[in-house]
């Protein structure tokens, strides 16, 4: 059965820093799509940042490109997004998803017009609040 395990939520100051973490164990993550996104309460999931299988492909929603950072590890079946600067807005409950496609497809997701449902794998989330 595939699975993806986020980790690293918290709750934080803003200004502050948090990594989280994707594990994919069963995957063969190259061979995988994966983003984050998020859901703040009342609010609809958002896309936050993806990472193709192509490797130097990766995209970011407006409100946090320059703040957040995705990348991958195939070899330990693990994507982290790192997020600087983190603003009370950032708050929400943080998903990792996951979908197959062709090794080295350039295929993020994020901004595709299928959106979220384009994902088939999803994670339980990890909830991130910035706050004092």
């Known amino acids: 059965q595939l699975q993806l395990v986020e980790s690293g939520g918290a709750l934080v100051q803003p200004g502050g820093s948090l990594r989280l973490s994707c594990a994919t164990p069963?995957?063969?993550?190259?061979?995988?799509?994966v983003a984050w996104y998020r859901q703040a309460p009342g609010k609809e999931r958002e896309g936050v940042s993806c990472?193709?299988?192509?490797?130097?492909?990766?995209d970011y929603a407006d409100s946090v490109r320059g703040r957040f950072t995705i990348s991958r590890d195939n070899a330990n079946k693990v994507v982290h997004l790192q997020m600087k600067n983190l603003k009370p807005e950032d708050t929400g409950l943080y998903y990792c998803?996951?979908?197959?496609?062709?090794?080295?497809?350039?295929?993020?997701?994020?901004?595709?017009?299928?959106?979220?449902?384009?994902?088939?794998?999803w994670g339980q989330g990890t909830q991130v609040t910035v706050g004092s």
């Open positions: 998803a996951a979908e197959r496609v062709d090794k080295g497809s350039a295929w993020c997701g994020i901004h595709s017009a299928s959106g979220a449902s384009g994902f088939r794998y």
């Open positions: 069963g995957f063969d993550l190259e061979r995988y799509a």
């Open positions: 990472t193709a299988s192509h490797l130097q492909v990766t």
